[in-house]
Nanobody
Framework: QVRLVESGGGLVQAGGSLRLSCAAS????????MGWFRQAPGKEREFVGQ????????NYADWVKGRFTISRVSALNTVYLQMTAMQPEDTGVYYC????????????WGQGTQVTVSS
């Protein structure tokens, strides 16, 4: 059973940067894909981006527009979400999740970490 724990959330001013971490514990597979999602107040959860654990290739939602970068450190079993040029609309709870192989089912989720961007 894989467990995901996010950290690094907090308060940041508009234009600032923040890096979130997602530590994975338990049995992990090399074919896993790790993703980041966010949920703003009163809105549905939306996809931010994802990274292949084996190839380290990543892709992002169109609205990211180069502001966010996902990376991973295999030795630490950790995935990162580096956010820059943040805006108040980036406020929300950020979640990491994992899926196996070519599955579209994000089967494991972290508890989320709150990010607040002040104007």
């Amino acid at each position: 059973q894989v467990r995901l724990v996010e950290s690094g959330g907090g308060l940041v001013q508009a234009g600032g940067s923040l890096r979130l971490s997602c530590a994975a514990s338990g049995r992990t597979a090399s074919s896993v894909t790790m993703g980041w999602f966010r949920q703003a107040p009163g809105k549905e959860r939306e996809f931010v981006g994802q990274i292949s654990w084996s190839t380290s290739r990543s892709n992002y939602a169109d609205w990211v527009k180069g502001r966010f970068t996902i990376s991973r450190v295999s030795a630490l079993n950790t995935v990162y979400l580096q956010m820059t040029a943040m805006q108040p609309e980036d406020t929300g709870v950020y979640y990491c999740a994992s899926r196996l192989g070519f599955s579209t089912n994000w089967s494991t989720w972290g508890q989320g970490t709150q990010v607040t961007v002040s104007s």
